[in-house]
């Protein structure tokens, strides 16, 4: 999997690489862990929920109490529920993320993986950031899924902690020409003008040690030049865009 | 749709008790189907083999640590080639799954954690079709018979003529 380099060092590219199919290994025998006792509970929730259904109408209406009960057990379940969705879509989402079955290039509508990032990133964003969602009628594009994942992944956690209290991560596509662009912006503090030409740059990092990996952005970059597109960023004290430009069609 | 007013039997194979009670549990409450279960795929074929029994449907996991769930099924296929076939699978391999049940032929796929309801539905449409299917067959063999009649009588004219 790795690239090395002439001399035979393997790049920080190449380790991601390394990382990212250790992870897809992973996250297929997690998926597969999950989903057997995640479709018992799913499947005995809704038994439970038939049954008490039978009873309460072979019982017919009871006193108070004894309904006050049956709507505790129904309510009961309809939360049960809803906490197995969730941990569906959050399944559903880590094996969309990673992409197993796919690790070379190929045709993806990106939204789906925008969305599966979003469902992985939730927890950064919890109540304290609305995302707001542009999406255009987008054409599939010939790319790396996985990679591209990564690189969503990435902008977006950065804007998360670009945010220091409430605000707003924007996420627009829209098609020009050969292209499609992702625009992520967000209402976070910015990066200060001197920082804007060097956030590409390996190694650069402003979290300080222990925060961040001064990798992250260096790599989007790799992967989006490898996809032959390009990423720019803007920033003010208003907040930080950056946009991804790639080929519908790869070269 | 008179043969789908007998019971059917319904063989269910899971490795995991969990997974054939929490299905066991479901067709106690919405169905009058006979379940029969096995945690164990070998056994489950000697339960066929020896008890030349009745079955109606067969449901199978997929990742089991005797056999997997394509490999039981392709044996059931030998025995029962007429029964319809579900894979139950929390496999997140989609691609190479899709590839093995064109191998062996299934009649659905079904991924964990999988909706009762939706169970419920392609299990009442694989016994639907299986009736179907045998009532082809007795057509067709019935036209058949028909035929080799005819054939006679066409001989027999063709004497009479000759």
Redesign the interface.
Known sequence: MSKKTQEGELTPQSIQADKMAALGLL??GV??????????????N??MR??VA?IRKLLGPQEQEVERLFDIVDEVCRNNEAA?ERI?KIVHSL?NFAR???AERKEVDIHEGIESTLTLVQHQLKNRIRVEKQFADLPEIQCHPIQLNQVFMNILVNAAHAIPDQGTITIKTLKEGGNVKVVIGDTGVGIPQEHLSKIFDPGFTTKGVGLGTGLGLSICYKIVQDHNGKIEVESSSAGTIFTITLPIKDA | MSELSSTPTILLVDDEEMVVNSIKSFFAIESDYKLVTYTSPQKALEDIERNHRSIDLVISDYLMPEMDGITFLAKVKEKLPMVPRILLTGYADKENAIKAINNVGLYQYIEKPWDNEDLKLIIRNGLEKNVLLKQLEAKIREVERAQRELSEVQKDILRVFA
């Open positions: 996250v297929a998926a597969h862990e999950i989903n057997t006792p995640m479709g018992a509970i799913h499947s005995n809704d038994n038939r049954a039978k197995t569906m094996k197993l079955d796919e």
